[in-house]
Every structure is written in structure tokens, then in C-alpha cells.
């Protein structure tokens, strides 16, 4: 049997950092298409996924479906389903779907990625494939472009870590998705209220997490500037 | 005798990370002016500034005279001096600038800057300008907007700090220019070599340094798609 692997697309948010518009950001149409769609793109072009699962607030379940139905019609292997109140809790939604279809085993691999990161390579899709089924889980980082300052207080610098340590985190994250959701379910509510990123889930429990090198076009659309980058990368050049 | 506030714009470096361009990326074009120039005119508003320093590897004075003749021509105030090895040794060939000058008290303020941070605001400096004089020393930061992930091997995360705690660091860093020397003066060679940021020389010697609020624009000209962002941002709305 085949292991088993999972694309899923995390756009459970509402993304209220996007000025006035009314539409999650994923749904922005930049270059022609909506991010969403540009990012599934990436995504459907492997054939090592089982099944692509997409996860969307309630109320944009329908429009989702649609913008599918239009932009990739012929592609069968995508579900659509609802996120969660919290980032962990739409990943626990995905694995459950997987759950439910009878197909969660040991080995079963989960590749999760912000929805509003469009321009993610083939390259690093390929080595989160890789590093999650050989390690069991792993992070897309790159090196921190700006120094890093830490201050508890809020006023002040309490330290300046080493910027040869540092790294920003991007997405995917992947692993092994029973894991995940053992570890996830062996915390307090307080823990997961706090624990906002999956990876830290592991650094805490002590397993591993593999670093998997992004790159610093793997942008996340957060604010309206970030829109007109993303049609300049689209459109400057056409590479991506 | 009023406090003598002086504007340190950074131009020392040499930018190779910039593909095929010969020019360093402080000389490059955006909205038909160089970035450094951009720079300057958001420091030359302010009348606080005794003078405004711009420091530039040597076979670059000629030219950073040229083009603030032709960008500036009534500005008097702009000295263009040649910058060090390091940023930490381009800062003390502006403070010996200053003694030179017979200018140099315990009160002479240094605001230095980035000089591929055109986006930098009037308000980010003024609160340098403040914050500078009331605590001695002062960084700008924003709140990191993606998770901090340290590595310590560079192959597996060692942790993931509390993302409300992180910062990434921008310009302008403003300090007391005559403790900024002292505190230099008294590393070893070693630590001088590991040092790359002045605002960690604070923290190692327990100085307090207050944060001032940085923006997400204030972006830092350092890859290709950054010069499209910026055309984007000065094209786009002109606010800038």
C-alpha cells in the first residue's frame, strides 16, 4: 500500500488586516485569479496527493466550490471543508476528514500551507514531502532578513539573539498527521490556546521538526501592500 | 548651548545581493530618483539636525556628491565622509567626524539610518529624536510578522519563541553618540568581529535601549522584488 499524502490549504481566516475589504484575503483576485486559486495550482500538479483539502470559513464554502469549479474544472482530487475557530483546530479538521475516509494510518503524511502563500515552489513542496515522511515533521524557514530583538516588557530590548540562529517561519508544515493530532490532544485547553504554531507543538513535547529551506518570494498576503508585490511578481515576469 | 542632533545615513555597503547590478543598491533608480536620495529628503525636513553625515565606501564620494548637488542643490548641511569595514566602524568614522568638529558632548545625539530605507517616516524619526535623548539609546522595530523559528545546527528547530515577545529591527538605531563610542572602546577585537549590531553592544553591557515603533513599510532595499515593491509604493498612491 501507498503511503498516503495530503495537500492542505489553510483559509479558515477572515483576515481582518486587509483595510476595507469586504472578501477574506485569500480571495483577492491578483494577476487574473484569486491567491487561492494561484496556490492550488501549485499544489495540484503532484501526483503524490491523495487528495487536496481545502478548508474555508462556513459561510464561504459555496463561493469556494464555484471558484474551483471555474478556475480548475477538470480536477477531481479537491475537497472542500469547514476550518476551524484556530489554525490547529483546521488542521484537526483535516485530519479528521482523513479519519472519517478511513485513510489515517502511521504513515500517513500531511502537507498544510497558508492559503495566502501563492508563490511557494515546486522545490519546496517536493523536500516537505521528503523530510516529513522521513522525520515525522518539518518547518519551511528562511534566514531572518532583519535582526531579531526580544522584549518582554514591550519598552525595552531584553535581547538580541544571535541572527545566525534565527530564521522566519513560512509554510508548508508537514507531518505525520496521526502524531500530530496525539500530540495535540495530550495538551491542556490553556496549552492549546497558546500553542498557535503546529511545529511548537513538537519542540515542546521534545520530537523533532526538520528545517526545510523556503525562499523569500514565499510570501504570506497580509497587508494591501503585499497585494501589489504579488501582482508584480505575477505580472513582471511571468515566472511564477 | 542647545543639543546637537546629527542624521547618520549608512550607505557603506557595497550590496551583493542584488544579482547583476554593478551600482550598490543605494544608487539604484526608484520613481526616478536614487534610493539614497529618497532617504535623505525624509532627514533634511527636519531642522533638529545639525547636520546630516552620509557615509559611503570611497570610490563612491564623488558620484553621492554629484547627485545630492543635483537632487538637492540648496541643501548645506549634508556632510559625505567615507564609511568603514563594518556598520559598527562606519558609525565611529561619523562620530570622529563630529570630534573632529569640536561638536562631540555627552548630550550629541546620533540617528543613524539605513540608507536603503527610503519609507522611513517623519514620525519614526522625530520619536527617535526623543526617545534618544530621554533614555540614551533607542531602536526601531516592528512586531515580527512571521513566526521566529532558532536553529541552532541549522537542520532541526532548537525553538520557537513567544512571537509577542519578537521584534525584527529596522532604522533608525539613535544613541547618545559619546557612550556609543565608549561602550565600543571597551570590546575586545573578538567581540568588535561578532557585534554586527550597535544596539546589541547596549544589552551586553546592560544599557537600557527603548523601542520605538517602526511601520511595514519602512522596508529595507535588498533583493530585486524590493526595488518593485518600492516602485509600487512610490508610484502607486504617492505618499511617499
Not at 475537497?79 to 504513515?107: H, P
Not at 534566514?143 to 522584549?151: N, R
Request: glycine share 6%; hydrophobic share 35%.
Amino acid at each position: 500500500m501507498n503511503k498516503r499524502i495530503y495537500g492542505v490549504i489553510l483559509a479558515g481566516g477572515q483576515g481582518t488586516r486587509m483595510g476595507n475589504s469586504e472578501k477574506p484575503k485569500q480571495f483577492l483576485v491578483i494577476a487574473g485569479k484569486p491567491v487561492i486559486i494561484h496556490t492550488l495550482e501549485k499544489f495540484i500538479v503532484f501526483s503524490e496527493f491523495t487528495e487536496i483539502i481545502v478548508l474555508v470559513p462556513r459561510p464561504w464554502i459555496a463561493y469556494t466550490r464555484d471558484i474551483i469549479k471555474q478556475y480548475v474544472p477538470d480536477e477531481k482530487h479537491i475537497a472542500i471543508i469547514e476550518g476551524g475557530k484556530t489554525r490547529n483546530e483546521t488542521i484537526m479538521n483535516a485530519i479528521e476528514y482523513i479519519d472519517n475516509q478511513e485513510q489515517l494510518d502511521d504513515e500517513t503524511l500531511i502537507i498544510t500551507h497558508d492559503s495566502v502563500r501563492p508563490f511557494v515552489t515546486y522545490r519546496i513542496i517536493e523536500e516537505n514531502i521528503k523530510y516529513a515522511g522521513e522525520c515525522g515533521a518539518c518547518d519551511t524557514v528562511i534566514p531572518a532578513s532583519d535582526t531579531i530583538v526580544e522584549s518582554v516588557d514591550g519598552s525595552y530590548i531584553s535581547s538580541i539573539p544571535e541572527r545566525r540562529m534565527m530564521y522566519q517561519g513560512q509554510t508548508p508544515q508537514s507531518f505525520r498527521a496521526k502524531r500530530l493530532r496525539e500530540l495535540y490532544e495530550s495538551l491542556t485547553t490553556e496549552e492549546k490556546d497558546i500553542l498557535t504554531d503546529a511545529c511548537k507543538i513538537y519542540v515542546l513535547k521534545n520530537e523533532p521538526v526538520h528545517l526545510v529551506e523556503g525562499e523569500v518570494s514565499n510570501i504570506k498576503i497580509t497587508y494591501p501592500h503585499d497585494l501589489r508585490v504579488a501582482e508584480a511578481i505575477l505580472g513582471g515576469n511571468g515566472q511564477c
